[in-house]
Structures are given as C-alpha cells and as structure tokens.
C-alpha cells in the first residue's frame, strides 16, 4: 500500500524567501501530482511528474522528482502573499488513478 | 474546458434526510471519483467509477450510495448520516488513459452540515 508522507505541515515564511517542501512516498508510484488548496476551495492541480529525474516550473514554483529516493520537491522562491495555501503531494498507482494524497503543508506569507 | 461542476455548495441535512449530490464534467473523462475531506485532513478516496462502472469502493458504508447515469455525470445519495460525515465532499474526473497523464481535475466540492 502506497503511504506519502510530506514536511514540514506548516511552513510560515517571509516574502521573498526561499523554501522548499519535502514529500515521500513508501513504494513505486507510477506518477506524482502537486495540488493547491486554498482555504474552503477545492484542489487546483499545479504539477504532474512522470520520471525519474522530471522538473517542471510555473512561476515561483518548481517540482522535481527523484524516484530512486522516492523523494519529490516542491521549491518556492522569492514567496509572496499570493502563494499562502495548503499544498498536497499526491501518488499513485495503476491505471484506475487512486490517490494516495500526502498529510499536506500549510504554507503562510507573510509581509 | 477543464472544468467540473458541483451542485449543491452547500448542504444541511439531518440524520434522518435523504438528498444526493451531483457532479458534472463535459471534458470527455471517463473516470469520476468521490472524495470526502475533514478540515486540515487531505481528501480520502470514496469511490471511483471508471466507464460508468463502479471500480473502486473504499469500504464506504452504505449510507452512502453512488450513481453514474452516464459518462458526465456523478450522483452521491446521502440516507441516514451521521454527525460525523460532516465533511467536503469532493468530485474529481481525469481522462483515464495510460498515454496521458491522467490528472485528476476536482470540481468547487459540497460543504455538507449533517445535524
């Protein structure tokens, strides 16, 4: 059974700094999502990491992947107040697409 | 078009009601899922139906009942709730073939109050 776990759960940073998110996973997932949630909203899919060694960047935000250490990151540069939200890993397995979501990081802005 | 469509946002119910939620996509998906989210908890996976067929039950209880009519839409009847299902519920639909990357896209979720 896939387990995902990430770090830190909360994560208050200042503006304009850099930080980034840790995101585990126990066995073999075929494929490796990143969502947003804003508070009271739904699940905004931000990344999707398909092999060994994928990174992809939008903005501020850039996903990686290393499946040999079953280790995904999630690395945020020069925060700003926009990007407050929870952020959710997500893995899974067969081609029924279950996914196992991770614990989620409660990421705050500040000014 | 990658949007998906929920109805009603929000819902009281008591534990004696019968309602039922419902999910729409016209993205084309073929797979459609319910998920249930308590607050500061990730969303857990309810049910998948995959080309209308039911495909995964994730040892719901039976007070909770899906429905594929067709390939677009997602019913969940609700009958005899507890507090405790108090929760988001959440749709999602994702094109469900091996050639793409099977994102699943999550609809705007019904905030349900059961008393």
């Known amino acids: 059974e896939l387990k995902v776990e990430q770090n830190p759960l909360f994560l208050s940073m200042q503006e304009g700094k850099n930080y980034t998110i840790y995101c585990n996973y126990s066995?073999?997932?075929?494929?490796l999502y990143w969502y947003r949630q804003d508070p009271g909203k739904s699940l905004e899919s931000l990344f999707v990491?398909?092999?060994?060694?994928a990174v992809k960047q939008e903005g501020r935000l850039m996903a990686s992947l290393d499946t040999k250490a079953r280790l995904s990151t999630l690395h945020i540069t020069a925060a700003v107040h926009d990007l407050s939200a929870t952020y959710f890993c997500?893995?899974?397995?067969?081609?029924?697409?279950?996914?196992?979501f991770g614990t989620g990081t409660r990421l705050q802005v500040t000014l | 078009d990658t949007e998906v469509t929920q109805t009603p946002k929000h819902l009281v119910m008591g534990m004696t009601n019968k309602k039922s939620l419902k999910c729409e996509q016209h993205m084309g998906h073929r797979a459609m899922y319910w998920y249930k989210q308590k607050a500061k908890k990730p969303p857990e996976l309810m049910f998948v139906?995959?080309?209308?067929?039911?495909?995964i039950n994730e040892s719901v209880p039976s007070r909770f009942s899906p429905e594929c009519p067709n390939s677009s839409l997602l019913n969940l009847h609700l009958h005899a709730l507890q507090p405790e299902d108090s929760a988001l519920y959440l749709c999602?639909?994702?094109?469900?073939?091996?050639?793409?990357?099977?994102?699943?896209?999550f609809g705007p979720g019904t905030r349900l109050t059961v008393l």
């Open positions: 997500a893995g899974n397995t067969g081609t029924a697409s279950k996914l196992t």
């Open positions: 139906y995959s080309y209308e067929k039911l495909s």
């Open positions: 066995t073999t997932s075929d494929r």
């Open positions: 990491l398909l092999s060994n060694g």
């Open positions: 999602a639909s994702s094109l469900q073939t091996v050639e793409y990357t099977d994102t699943q896209y």
